[in-house]
């Protein structure tokens, strides 16, 4: 199963095993996620959600610049 | 499968390793306003008749921080809530958060300020920046200047700011590699009062709270969240030290409290060692606003420009 994740523009879909988390998919990307908020299908999660497959992810960047 | 607020079992919004703990919507938004809470009375940040302004810039650390106060202050009957948005003239991006800020200040009722860089020292950021480098130091310099002047001319008794624990710590970091002891004493929820009229005390109500749990409440909370970067934005130490302490909570959970708590402990030796001598202020020469030389870094700015 695949999920599609989005952040800071960048877009990409990555295959996850079942009974993958979240959390699992910041493996695959070059992301900290001490830094974002994580929305699954529109709702916020913790790191700890398990996927489903066929789901949009979409991360959050909460850092400031200043 | 959800993962499980522990207190009721309602689908988690986090998960915070340095505790161990997922918490629901619900329960996380009631336990960060607890920690705010906390954070003022223990740092007796307010008095119940202050005036107190918002450093208001429409992002969402500074929202969050207003919608928290208002909400607060409505059981406060003598304290007075005021905002203030300084506009520094950067076009696509400040024209946005002010934008917000208004609407915030609508919705809850709060009277809001906004003082412009055209008006305050007859150029934009915009218009400073097209023959300069480093924008970051410009801009913080002379917002700085135009805060303490405005919330003074507004007739606060306290200026509150949305520095978060991620903010704090990254300064104090940056001090410690600059060896600028002086400046460590501008930080803690309640930096060391200047004795000097012409400064507005700051406080800082969510210097305890990590930075992603602002936006996680302003996020619950159905804040509109501000996220067009600021062009003039530049690699800088405090980028780097962000970073450093990012991957190392990530690494190891509880890193950034450890730390903070670690500083706490210094700062009454540092606030001993420093007050009465090397973090004396007086009066710039030129404009009459604090320093601590004879002339102040925004008047030494705007000569530049």
């Not at chain 2, 499968?1 to 988690?12: F, I, Q």
């Not at chain 2, 008749?49 to 919608?67: E, K, P, R, Y």
């Not at chain 2, 624990?165 to 309640?190: C, P, T, V």
């Not at chain 2, 509109?224 to 959970?253: A, G, I, W």
Request: glycine share 6%; charged share 35%; net charge negative.
């Amino acid at each position: 199963m695949s999920v599609e994740i989005s952040w800071n523009n960048s877009k990409k879909s990555i295959d996850v095993e079942e009974g993958a988390t979240v959390q699992d998919i910041f493996e695959e990307i070059d992301v900290n996620p001490e830094t974002v908020i994580i929305e699954l299908d529109e709702r916020v999660v913790s790191l700890e959600e398990e996927l489903n497959g066929d789901e949009d992810i979409r991360l959050i960047n909460v850092v400031s610049g200043g | 499968m959800s993962s499980k607020c522990w207190k009721c079992g309602d689908t988690a919004v986090i998960h915070r390793k340095y505790e161990g703990k997922s918490w629901c919507a619900r329960h996380f938004t009631e336990q960060f306003e607890s920690l705010v809470k906390s954070t003022i009375r223990e740092e007796g940040l307010f008095e119940n008749d202050d005036s107190v302004c918002v450093a208001l810039s429409g992002g969402m650390d500074s929202s969050a921080l207003m919608l928290f106060l208002s909400e607060m202050f409505e059981n406060w009957r003598n304290a007075e809530l005021t905002a203030l948005t300084i506009d520094e003239g950067i076009k696509n991006y400040r024209d946005e958060s002010i934008e917000i800020a208004k609407e915030i200040c609508d919705e809850l009722g709060v009277e809001l300020h906004i003082a412009s860089f055209k008006e305050a020292f007859g150029k934009t950021l915009d218009e400073i920046m097209e023959d300069k480098e480093y924008g970051c130091t410009y801009c913080g310099v002379l917002r700085r200047w135009l805060l303490n002047v405005k919330s003074r001319e507004m007739g606060a008794d306290k200026l509150a700011t949305a520095h978060n624990l991620d903010d704090e710590l990254q300064s104090i970091f940056m001090n410690y590699l600059k060896g600028d002891m002086k400046r460590m004493l501008r930080l803690g929820a309640k930096p060391a009062v200047l004795e000097n009229d012409k400064f507005v005390p700051r406080v800082k109500p969510f210097r305890n709270t990590p930075e992603r749990e602002v936006a996680l409440y302003a996020k619950i909370r159905d804040l509109e969240l501000h996220q067009t970067e600021c062009p003039y934005v530049e690699d800088s130490l405090r980028f780097d030290v962000r970073d450093f302490l990012n991957e190392m909570e990530r690494k190891r959970p509880s890193t950034k409290f450890t730390a903070l708590r670690a500083f706490d402990k210094l700062l009454p030796a540092l606030k001993e060692k420093f007050t009465d001598s090397e973090a004396s202020v007086q009066n710039c020469e030129r404009c009459g606003e604090i320093t601590s030389g004879e002339v102040c870094k925004a008047c030494e700015l705007l000569e530049k420009i």
